[in-house]
């Protein structure tokens, strides 16, 4: 898959399968870059600062693992 194409896929799944339950959670993911096949997130608002960020950081980066296994990783930071 192309580079653009990749990106256009992935973004589209977040915004589709993961940012409606971030956001109601008063969270935003917005991505970063993808780079050499590593993805790179922000977490934002809510979720920056909640007490399970880590476990949501974790599970966002394993959903989108296996929905895009020629991904080498996922890094996802907070504000």
């Given amino acids: 898959m ?3 194409e990749q990106y256009n896929a992935i973004k589209g799944f ?5 940012s409606p339950g971030v956001m109601a959670h008063g969270g935003e993911v917005n991505v970063i870059s993808l780079e050499n096949n590593i993805l790179t997130l922000e977490l934002s608002g809510s979720c920056g600062s909640c ?5 949501t950081s974790e599970s966002i980066s394993n959903y989108i693992l296996e ?4 991904l080498d990783d996922v890094i996802v930071t907070d504000q």
């Fill in 2 to 4: 192309q580079n653009l």
């Fill in 51 to 55: 007490s399970i960020q880590a476990y």
């Fill in 67 to 70: 929905e895009f296994p020629e």
């Fill in 14 to 18: 977040i915004d589709e399968k993961i």
